[in-house]
């Protein structure tokens, strides 16, 4: 029974735990010779995650919902290029799934949840082991003030919730006004434009927000799916708090900054992929806060009265240079519109800290102490001053804090 003890269908086995019940059965049957004989073997058995103790096996009656009509329907938006997923190589693992879709069972034995918006007539299961089937059923919004059954009882509601699964795939538009048709807030947002999650939920959540949605408004939730890939300890397992392998963003932020966590899980990541978590990699990108910091106050010092506009004249170098950060722009532009994060990045890494830090500001910075006429000094750190702010625009979609600190404190 749903307790883990034998019910009374097993007679002397009757109010025992699975496991009692299975040795004094060996009891019996040796008892009474019918045991040949007694070998070990190794079997897969299924235990519960987080108490270790043993799953058994259970029949019982429970509620589904019939999908199958509406795979057909969540497979062909994806098909047809209604909805977009990055990569796009997961949407194979998501026909795969489509395919072998069967009706799905949205009852929960749980203390919590949304609940089951059906009615059974109360004297149609009176008794306390009354089988499901039996009863006579209503599905209603609110509770029926007579029973349509036998006009006399209080209909009884339920006492299964629904999958937790079955109430997020209500989510893009049920938090917004839905089913109003003129909610505002529906009419504004939904669709949605781009949904990110993880890689690992393709099934559980955004599948079942297509189908539901297709069903429920006959339009697609989203027009594009962003999948980020997990994130793993440094051994590649899975991070839990059971495991004890989980890293604590807070006691991280407070060691490194925000800015440095939020760049160590963008960079160097691709799309759907998971990722191996190093605290050298949130140091790695520290380092790289600590340099934009430096910069940005040489800068703001030695740049102190200059306008933040292109100069007329540029020598060689300086044409060299912004010739280079236009380029690393237009990249950044096409790498956020295929979603290629890690890679924009990357590359704002590698110029910002060589090809502006080390090399550029550098050069800049002996122009100026060399220049003996005041126009020409200014031209100069005209041009470091839109360097820099050119880059920090950049920077502020990886490095909001910094970038939003040096705006305050330094200009």
Same mark, same amino acid.
Request: glycine share 6%; hydrophobic share 40%.
């Given at each position: 029974?749903?307790? =883990? ?9 009757? =109010? ?184 690992? $939920? ?50 991280? $932020? ?158």
């Amino acid at each position: 029974d749903r307790y =883990g003890r034998m019910t009374e269908e097993t007679g002397p086995y009757a =109010g025992l735990k699975v496991a009692e019940a299975r040795e004094k059965i060996i009891a019996d049957l040796d008892k009474l010779g019918l045991i040949e004989k007694i070998t070990d073997y190794a079997l897969r058995q299924p235990v519960s995650e987080r108490s270790g103790a043993v799953i058994e096996p259970q029949p019982s009656t429970q509620w589904f919902m019939k999908v199958t009509d509406l795979k057909d329907q969540a497979t062909k938006v994806v098909k047809d290029g209604q909805i977009k997923f990055y990569p796009k190589s997961l949407e194979k693992i998501y026909f795969n799934w489509m395919k072998n879709l069967h009706d799905w069972c949205i009852s929960r034995q749980l203390w919590w949840g949304h609940e089951i918006p059906a009615f059974y007539c109360a004297k149609s299961g009176q008794t306390k082991n009354q089988k499901l089937e039996t009863k006579n059923f209503i599905v209603a919004i609110k509770k029926p003030d007579k029973c349509p059954f036998c006009g006399e009882c209080e209909m009884v509601q339920d006492a299964d919730v629904l999958d937790t699964w079955f109430s997020s795939g209500l989510w893009p538009f049920s938090t917004l006004g839905w089913p109003n048709s003129d909610a505002p807030d529906l009419k504004k947002f939904f669709p949605t434009t781009l949904m990110e999650t993880a890689a690992d $939920i393709i099934f559980f959540w955004v599948a079942r927000m297509i189908m539901m949605s297709l069903a429920l408004t006959e339009q697609v939730p989203f027009k594009e799916v962003y999948f980020h890939g997990l994130v793993l300890d440094e051994q590649g397992k899975k991070m839990s708090k059971s495991k004890g392998n989980a890293a604590d963003p807070l006691i991280l $932020i407070d060691k490194y900054g925000a800015d440095a966590l939020r760049m160590s899980l963008i960079g160097g990541t691709a799309m759907g992929l998971p990722q191996r978590f190093s605290e050298q990699k949130v140091l790695k990108y520290r380092n790289f806060v600590t340099k934009i910091w430096n910069a940005s106050r040489f800068v703001a010092l030695t740049c102190e009265g200059a306008k933040t506009e292109m100069p007329k004249k540029l020598d060689k170098t300086e044409v060299a240079f912004f010739k280079a950060l236009d380029k690393l722009e237009a990249d950044n532009l096409t790498l956020f519109t295929k979603y290629q994060l890690g890679l924009a990045l990357e590359e704002l890494y590698e110029f910002s800290w060589h090809g502006f830090a080390d090399k550029f500001l550098e050069y800049e910075k002996k122009k100026i102490s060399e220049v003996s006429e005041a126009d020409k000094a200014q031209d100069t750190k005209s041009a470091l001053l839109v360097a820099l702010d050119r880059q920090l625009k950049l920077l502020s979609d990886f490095a909001p804090f910094v970038t939003a600190e040096i705006a305050k404190e330094m200009f």
